[in-house]
Protein backbone atom coordinates (compact mmCIF):
# COMPACT_ATOMS: atom_id res chain seq x y z
CA UNK A 1 0.00 0.00 0.00
CA UNK A 2 1.32 3.09 -0.85
CA UNK A 3 1.61 6.37 1.28
CA UNK A 4 0.42 9.90 0.11
CA UNK A 5 2.32 13.16 2.26
CA UNK A 6 0.12 15.92 3.52
CA UNK A 7 1.84 18.57 4.11
CA UNK A 8 0.43 21.69 3.90
CA UNK A 9 2.92 24.36 4.25
CA UNK A 10 6.46 23.37 2.81
CA UNK A 11 8.59 26.07 4.14
CA UNK A 12 12.23 25.94 6.00
CA UNK A 13 13.22 28.77 8.29
CA UNK A 14 16.60 28.84 8.80
CA UNK A 15 17.10 31.91 11.26
CA UNK A 16 18.68 35.67 10.04
CA UNK A 17 15.18 36.29 7.73
CA UNK A 18 17.06 33.11 5.47
CA UNK A 19 14.01 30.87 4.13
CA UNK A 20 13.67 28.11 1.83
CA UNK A 21 10.43 27.55 -0.34
CA UNK A 22 9.66 24.17 -1.33
CA UNK A 23 5.86 24.86 -2.09
CA UNK A 24 6.88 24.21 -6.26
CA UNK A 25 8.19 20.16 -4.73
CA UNK A 26 4.15 20.01 -4.16
CA UNK A 27 4.53 17.25 -1.59
CA UNK A 28 0.57 17.47 -0.80
CA UNK A 29 0.48 15.39 -4.39
CA UNK A 30 3.48 12.57 -4.50
CA UNK A 31 2.93 9.29 -3.69
CA UNK A 32 5.53 6.59 -2.22
CA UNK A 33 5.42 2.77 -2.68
CA UNK A 34 7.31 0.41 -0.92
CA UNK A 35 10.66 -1.05 -2.39
CA UNK A 36 10.90 1.99 -5.17
CA UNK A 37 14.57 1.56 -5.17
CA UNK A 38 17.93 -0.85 -5.34
CA UNK A 39 20.81 -0.12 -3.49
CA UNK A 40 24.24 -2.02 -4.18
CA UNK A 41 27.95 -1.59 -2.77
CA UNK A 42 30.45 -3.88 -3.88
CA UNK A 43 32.48 -5.33 -1.19
CA UNK A 44 30.67 -4.53 1.92
CA UNK A 45 27.92 -5.77 3.50
CA UNK A 46 24.01 -4.88 2.41
CA UNK A 47 20.98 -5.51 4.37
CA UNK A 48 17.86 -4.77 3.63
CA UNK A 49 15.56 -3.88 6.79
CA UNK A 50 11.95 -3.59 7.71
CA UNK A 51 12.63 -0.46 10.25
CA UNK A 52 15.06 1.84 11.65
CA UNK A 53 17.07 1.91 14.60
CA UNK A 54 17.74 5.06 17.05
CA UNK A 55 17.96 8.18 14.76
CA UNK A 56 17.96 10.69 18.18
CA UNK A 57 21.05 12.59 16.11
CA UNK A 58 18.81 13.63 13.59
CA UNK A 59 17.44 17.20 13.85
CA UNK A 60 13.71 18.32 13.78
CA UNK A 61 13.10 18.95 9.93
CA UNK A 62 9.47 18.57 8.20
CA UNK A 63 11.44 17.05 5.34
CA UNK A 64 13.95 14.79 7.09
CA UNK A 65 10.81 13.63 9.34
CA UNK A 66 8.78 12.68 6.00
CA UNK A 67 11.87 10.09 5.08
CA UNK A 68 11.87 8.54 8.46
CA UNK A 69 8.08 8.25 9.17
CA UNK A 70 7.30 6.04 6.12
CA UNK A 71 10.50 5.53 3.81
CA UNK A 72 10.11 3.24 1.00
CA UNK A 73 13.32 1.47 1.14
CA UNK A 74 15.65 0.87 4.49
CA UNK A 75 19.02 -0.80 3.94
CA UNK A 76 22.30 -1.31 6.21
CA UNK A 77 26.03 -1.13 5.11
CA UNK A 78 29.04 -2.27 6.81
CA UNK A 79 32.40 -1.58 5.40
CA UNK A 80 35.35 -3.70 7.29
CA UNK A 81 38.23 -3.28 5.41
CA UNK A 82 40.37 -0.78 3.53
CA UNK A 83 39.03 -0.09 0.22
CA UNK A 84 37.47 2.15 -2.05
CA UNK A 85 33.45 1.47 -2.44
CA UNK A 86 30.91 2.89 -4.63
CA UNK A 87 27.20 3.02 -3.25
CA UNK A 88 24.71 2.90 -5.65
CA UNK A 89 21.30 3.87 -5.80
CA UNK A 90 18.46 3.15 -8.69
CA UNK A 91 15.35 4.64 -8.26
CA UNK A 92 12.56 1.82 -10.15
CA UNK A 93 9.33 4.53 -9.28
CA UNK A 94 8.74 7.95 -9.83
CA UNK A 95 9.22 8.59 -6.31
CA UNK A 96 11.56 7.68 -3.19
CA UNK A 97 12.62 7.78 0.16
CA UNK A 98 15.36 6.02 1.70
CA UNK A 99 16.74 5.07 4.63
CA UNK A 100 20.59 3.74 4.87
CA UNK A 101 22.88 3.56 8.18
CA UNK A 102 26.22 3.54 7.13
CA UNK A 103 28.87 1.87 9.88
CA UNK A 104 32.69 1.62 9.61
CA UNK A 105 34.56 -0.63 11.88
CA UNK A 106 37.56 0.78 13.90
CA UNK A 107 40.70 1.54 11.86
CA UNK A 108 39.58 1.49 8.45
CA UNK A 109 40.83 3.58 5.28
CA UNK A 110 38.17 4.36 2.96
CA UNK A 111 36.57 6.09 0.30
CA UNK A 112 33.02 5.93 -0.51
CA UNK A 113 31.76 7.15 -4.02
CA UNK A 114 27.87 8.24 -3.59
CA UNK A 115 26.22 7.62 -6.51
CA UNK A 116 22.12 8.67 -6.67
CA UNK A 117 20.11 7.70 -10.11
CA UNK A 118 16.99 9.47 -9.05
CA UNK A 119 14.01 10.42 -11.08
CA UNK A 120 10.88 13.16 -10.02
CA UNK A 121 11.75 13.28 -6.79
CA UNK A 122 14.04 11.19 -4.08
CA UNK A 123 14.55 11.79 -0.17
CA UNK A 124 17.28 9.91 0.89
CA UNK A 125 18.82 10.29 5.18
CA UNK A 126 22.54 8.53 5.31
CA UNK A 127 22.96 7.98 8.84
CA UNK A 128 26.81 7.27 9.50
CA UNK A 129 28.65 6.17 12.08
CA UNK A 130 32.68 6.42 11.75
CA UNK A 131 34.53 4.51 14.41
CA UNK A 132 37.76 5.07 16.50
CA UNK A 133 40.27 5.70 14.13
CA UNK A 134 38.79 5.70 10.87
CA UNK A 135 39.61 7.84 8.30
CA UNK A 136 37.11 8.27 5.36
CA UNK A 137 36.53 10.27 2.53
CA UNK A 138 32.99 10.76 1.11
CA UNK A 139 32.25 12.14 -2.27
CA UNK A 140 28.83 13.19 -3.80
CA UNK A 141 28.03 14.52 -7.07
CA UNK A 142 24.68 15.27 -8.44
CA UNK A 143 23.84 13.59 -12.13
CA UNK A 144 22.27 16.12 -14.43
CA UNK A 145 19.51 14.25 -14.85
CA UNK A 146 18.12 14.29 -11.32
CA UNK A 147 14.83 16.10 -10.57
CA UNK A 148 14.38 17.23 -7.08
CA UNK A 149 16.72 15.56 -4.81
CA UNK A 150 16.40 15.94 -0.42
CA UNK A 151 19.24 14.35 1.05
CA UNK A 152 20.61 14.68 4.76
CA UNK A 153 24.09 12.97 5.83
CA UNK A 154 24.26 12.50 9.58
CA UNK A 155 27.91 11.66 10.79
CA UNK A 156 29.11 10.56 14.00
CA UNK A 157 32.78 10.63 13.87
CA UNK A 158 34.64 8.76 17.09
CA UNK A 159 38.06 9.13 18.48
CA UNK A 160 40.82 9.47 16.87
CA UNK A 161 38.67 9.66 13.72
CA UNK A 162 38.31 11.73 10.13
CA UNK A 163 35.43 11.84 8.05
CA UNK A 164 35.47 14.48 4.64
CA UNK A 165 32.90 15.13 2.50
CA UNK A 166 33.21 16.47 -1.03
CA UNK A 167 29.70 17.49 -1.65
CA UNK A 168 29.04 18.98 -5.55
CA UNK A 169 25.62 20.07 -6.81
CA UNK A 170 25.80 21.01 -10.45
CA UNK A 171 22.91 22.04 -13.13
CA UNK A 172 19.44 20.13 -11.15
CA UNK A 173 16.47 21.34 -11.15
CA UNK A 174 15.97 21.52 -7.30
CA UNK A 175 18.47 20.01 -4.51
CA UNK A 176 18.22 20.55 -0.80
CA UNK A 177 22.19 18.82 0.32
CA UNK A 178 22.82 18.84 4.05
CA UNK A 179 24.69 17.53 6.47
CA UNK A 180 25.14 17.23 9.98
CA UNK A 181 28.95 16.24 11.34
CA UNK A 182 29.53 15.55 15.14
CA UNK A 183 32.93 15.33 16.49
CA UNK A 184 31.85 13.09 19.33
CA UNK A 185 35.18 12.12 21.16
CA UNK A 186 38.57 13.63 21.27
CA UNK A 187 41.15 13.56 17.99
CA UNK A 188 37.91 13.42 15.98
CA UNK A 189 38.04 15.72 12.77
CA UNK A 190 35.24 16.68 9.73
CA UNK A 191 36.21 18.76 6.80
CA UNK A 192 33.07 19.63 4.53
CA UNK A 193 33.72 20.88 1.21
CA UNK A 194 31.09 21.61 -1.30
CA UNK A 195 30.30 23.01 -4.92
CA UNK A 196 26.91 24.47 -6.63
CA UNK A 197 26.38 25.77 -9.91
CA UNK A 198 23.16 26.21 -11.48
CA UNK A 199 21.50 28.39 -13.94
CA UNK A 200 18.40 30.12 -14.58
CA UNK A 201 15.18 28.46 -12.46
CA UNK A 202 17.62 25.93 -10.11
CA UNK A 203 16.89 25.56 -6.89
CA UNK A 204 20.17 25.03 -4.10
CA UNK A 205 19.66 24.65 -0.27
CA UNK A 206 23.23 24.19 0.51
CA UNK A 207 22.97 23.85 4.67
CA UNK A 208 25.98 22.41 6.85
CA UNK A 209 26.48 22.19 10.56
CA UNK A 210 29.40 20.95 12.57
CA UNK A 211 29.30 20.40 16.47
CA UNK A 212 32.09 20.06 18.62
CA UNK A 213 30.59 18.02 21.18
CA UNK A 214 34.28 17.08 22.98
CA UNK A 215 38.12 18.46 23.24
CA UNK A 216 40.46 19.07 20.86
CA UNK A 217 38.41 18.40 17.74
CA UNK A 218 38.98 20.12 14.36
CA UNK A 219 36.98 21.36 11.46
CA UNK A 220 37.05 22.51 7.99
CA UNK A 221 34.16 24.16 5.77
CA UNK A 222 34.35 25.68 2.55
CA UNK A 223 31.52 25.67 -0.03
CA UNK A 224 31.25 27.72 -3.06
CA UNK A 225 29.16 28.10 -5.92
Not at 7 to 17: A, E, P, V
Not at 23 to 49: C, I, Q, Y
Not at 126 to 141: A, L, T
Request: aromatic residues 10%; charged residues 25%; hydrophobic residues 40%.
Amino acid sequence: MGIQHTSSKDILTYGLGIVSDFSAVDFDNLFFEPSSLELKADGVEVERLNKIGDTTIIPKNKFFEKNLKNPTDIFSVRISKNGIYAIDVEQKNDTALLYVKIEIDAGITCEIRECFKSKKYFGAIIDICVQKDVHCEYISVSQKSVQTQFIGRFVNIGRDASYTLFDMNINAPLIKSSSYLYLNEQGAAGSIYGIFAGAAQEYFDIHHVVEHKAPQTKSTMLVKG
